[in-house]
């Protein structure tokens, strides 16, 4: 079943995303059943909204994912992201 993320990141600079973005997309298929992701930035942080084909997928992107992100200098974070379960999603344009 599909889920949708919402993680508050409070602290986190565009900067310190964008360098842990780069190397997360040097990383073979780290993003493995990732069907969509935002990043917006607020006055606080960040947010970030993803769309994952199973919650197991995003546990697993984020056990790889938070070590390269500890090495960036990210703040720990508190509490997890928040995880939805998906009734219905699309792509425009991908025939779905």
Not at 13 to 20: F, R
Not at 35 to 42: I, P, R
Not at 46 to 55: A, K, N, R, S
Request: net charge negative.
């Amino acid at each position: 079943m599909a889920i949708f993320v919402h993680a508050v990141l409070p602290g986190v600079t565009t900067d310190q995303y964008d360098a842990l973005n780069a190397k997360l997309q040097a990383t073979p298929d780290i993003f493995d059943g990732c069907v969509s992701h935002a990043c917006t930035a607020t006055d606080d942080g960040l947010e970030i909204f993803d769309v994952w084909e199973t919650e197991q997928q995003m546990n697993t992107f984020g056990e790889r994912m938070m070590p390269i992100a500890a090495a960036e200098g990210f703040p720990a974070v508190g509490a997890g992201p928040r995880v939805l379960a998906v009734h219905n999603y699309w792509v425009p344009g991908a025939g779905g």
